[in-house]
C-alpha cells in the first residue's frame, strides 16, 4: 500500500527557511494525483500548505502563498516544501498526503494516506 | 479562526449516538463534497468519512456523515473508549484560485 514519510531538520531559525521532503513508497508519483503538505501547530487544529501535481502544477494556500514553495522530483519519488522567511508561529507538526484528484481545477477529493509527520520547531 | 467551524468539544457515555457539525458557506461545503478525518492522541489525522457520506474500506458502520446545504454532521452511533479522538472535517473551497480548508477541530471525550 501507499506510504508517506517525512524528513527534515527537526530545528529552523527565525528568518531562516523550513525544507521537508516527502519520501513516496508503494505507488509511482508520475501515476498521477496531487500530492499535498498540511501542518498542525502544538494543540491546535490542521491547515493546508499547499499541493502538486505529478507534473508539477502547484496549488498554495492564500495565506502562506508568498513564502510557500512546492517541488516534486519523480526520478526520487518524492516531493518537497519549502517554507521561508519562519517566525515562531511556523513550529507544527508537517504532514504529508495524498489527494487522489487529478485536476484541482475540478477541486480536490480528501487526502488518503497521510505520513506520520515530523515536528518542526523555529526557534534561535 | 477556521473557515469551517466545529464545536470544540463534544462528549457522550459508551453506546450513545453522538454528532459532531461543521459548518461552512456556499463557497466551500456548499459547493463540494466534504470528508471528516480522525485523529487518535499522539497520531497522524487518519480519513474517517470522504465525499460527505463514504467510508473507507475498514472503518465500522458506527461512523456516519452527511451534508445538507452548507453544513455537515458526522455521527458516531454505539460509542465506543477508543473513539476518544480529534475530528476535523474538511471541503474544498472555490473562492481565491481554489484551496483546501479545515475545522478547527472537535476533541471527542467518551465518559
Known amino acids: 500500500q501507499v506510504q508517506l514519510q517525512e524528513s527534515g531538520p527537526g530545528l529552523v531559525k527565525p528568518s531562516e527557511t523550513l525544507s521537508l521532503t516527502c519520501a513516496v513508497s508503494g505507488s509511482s508519483i508520475s501515476s498521477g494525483y496531487y500530492w499535498g503538505w498540511i501542518r498542525q501547530p502544538p494543540g491546535k487544529g490542521l491547515e493546508w500548505i499547499g499541493s502538486?501535481?505529478?507534473?508539477?502544477?502547484?496549488y498554495y494556500n492564500p495565506s502562506l502563498k508568498s513564502r510557500v514553495t512546492i517541488s516534486v522530483d519523480t526520478s526520487k519519488n518524492q516531493f518537497s516544501l519549502r517554507l521561508s522567511s519562519v517566525t515562531a508561529a511556523d513550529t507544527a507538526g508537517y504532514y504529508c498526503?495524498?489527494?487522489?484528484?487529478?485536476?484541482?481545477?475540478?477541486?480536490?477529493?480528501?487526502?488518503?494516506?497521510w505520513g506520520q509527520g515530523t515536528l518542526v520547531t523555529v526557534s534561535s | 479562526q477556521s473557515v469551517l467551524t466545529q464545536p470544540p468539544s463534544a462528549s457522550g457515555t459508551p453506546g450513545q449516538r453522538v454528532t459532531i457539525s461543521c459548518s461552512g458557506s456556499?463557497?466551500?461545503?456548499?459547493?463540494?463534497?466534504v470528508n471528516w478525518y480522525q485523529q487518535l492522541p499522539g497520531t497522524a489525522p487518519q480519513l474517517l468519512i470522504y465525499s460527505n457520506n463514504q467510508r473507507p474500506s475498514g472503518v465500522p458502520d458506527r461512523f456516519s456523515g452527511s451534508k445538507s446545504g452548507t453544513s455537515a454532521s458526522l455521527a458516531i452511533s454505539g460509542l465506543q473508549s477508543e473513539d476518544e479522538a480529534d475530528y476535523y472535517c474538511?471541503?474544498?473551497?472555490?473562492?481565491?484560485?481554489?484551496?483546501?480548508?479545515f475545522g478547527g477541530g472537535t476533541k471527542l471525550t467518551v465518559l
Open positions: 474538511a471541503a474544498w473551497d472555490d473562492s481565491l484560485n481554489g484551496h483546501w480548508v
Open positions: 498526503a495524498r489527494d487522489p484528484t487529478y485536476n484541482y481545477a475540478s477541486g480536490g477529493n480528501w487526502f488518503d494516506p
Open positions: 456556499s463557497s466551500n461545503i456548499g459547493s463540494n463534497t
Open positions: 502538486i501535481s505529478h507534473s508539477g502544477s502547484t
